[in-house]
């Protein structure tokens, strides 16, 4: 039944996104215009769903984000995770005159996607990764070698990784090592923004995040049967994770898990120490 309800809001939300965005556009700036010109179709497919308003609340929340934060000129940013390459739009104001954002991600559609809508922009790559998981099942994709982490850019080289609800979606074994590895690539002195689910014994009625079960300990998931499906950690945990590799310049409490600020999840803005 569900399955059955989940096609028929597509049939019709799918097609309607075109008549609203069109009607959007018709009253919008020539700046707001390529806003919504540069929305996924993607986006409203079972791919990667994300709804609108998340969507915008995101390219608001970065576009301020990067613009306080992101100080070099022709800065190289990662995005680790990118999905529909929402971090795409954004990052572009910041390398069109030089740098690059690479988009990385283990899901072929979403690369699929992101190199069909955003293909115009200058500076911006995307590339599939053949690091796996659980949560997101490829098929035909060569496996990584054991502790390799498949990502084409060197050590000390890029300005800014981001990655937004992945971190979300790794046990703690796996989040070392994409932690570490964060730390390798990125320059000296250079920025991290990453998103975790903070633990904080408030009861969300959605069970994704009704994080009960202890994985490892301050590791929590909601999910027994496939436990990357959503991640969360206690947040003096937390804080022992990245202490090692960089110093907190802010954190953005999530409000999925009773965080008292607007962002959904809670964002850790973090340089490299
Ligand atoms: C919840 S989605 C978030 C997508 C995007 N960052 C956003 O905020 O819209 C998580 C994404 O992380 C990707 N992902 C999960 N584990 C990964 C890994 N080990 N390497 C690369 N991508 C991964 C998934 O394929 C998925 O697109």
């Keep these: 039944m569900r399955e059955i309800f989940k096609r028929i809001f597509y049939v019709i939300y799918f097609p309607a996104s075109f008549v609203w965005r069109k009607l959007d556009t018709i009253g919008s700036w020539r700046e707001t215009r390529w806003w919504i010109a540069h929305l996924p179709n993607a986006m409203f497919t079972p791919a990667t769903y994300a709804s609108y308003a998340g969507w915008l609340q995101n390219q608001g929340m970065f576009s301020a984000l990067f613009s306080l934060y992101l100080k070099k000129e022709k800065p190289n940013i990662m995005d680790f995770g990118c999905g529909m390459g929402g ?10 005159n030089g740098g690059k954002y690479l988009g990385v991600d283990t899901d072929a559609k ?18 599939l990764t053949r690091d796996q998981n659980a949560w997101y099942p490829q098929s035909g994709t ?17 300005d800014l990784i981001t990655a937004m609800s992945v971190f979300t979606h790794l046990q703690e074994k796996d989040a070392f090592q ?11 002195g250079g920025l991290a923004i990453l998103s975790f689910h903070i633990v904080r014994g408030y009861e969300n009625p959605n069970t994704t995040y009704q994080f009960k079960h202890r994985l490892t300990p301050g590791w929590y998931t909601s999910n027994v049967n496939c436990p990357e499906h959503a991640i969360g950690i206690e947040h003096d945990v ?36």
């Design 178 to 188: 994409y932690r570490d590895k964060i730390y390798e690539v990125l320059a000296p």
């Design 110 to 127: 979403s690369i699929a996607a992101c190199r069909n809508t955003y293909g115009d922009l200058q500076n911006c790559e995307f590339y």
């Design 238 to 273: 937390l804080l022992k994770f990245l202490a090692p590799k960089f110093k907190v310049l802010a954190h953005i409490e999530g409000q999925v898990t009773g965080g008292r600020h607007p962002s959904l999840q809670d964002l850790m803005v973090l340089q490299k120490i």
């Design 142 to 158: 060569p496996q990584p070698k054991p502790g390799e982490i498949d990502w084409p850019v060197a050590n000390g080289s890029q």
């Design 87 to 96: 971090l795409a739009p954004v990052s572009h104001y910041f390398v069109k």
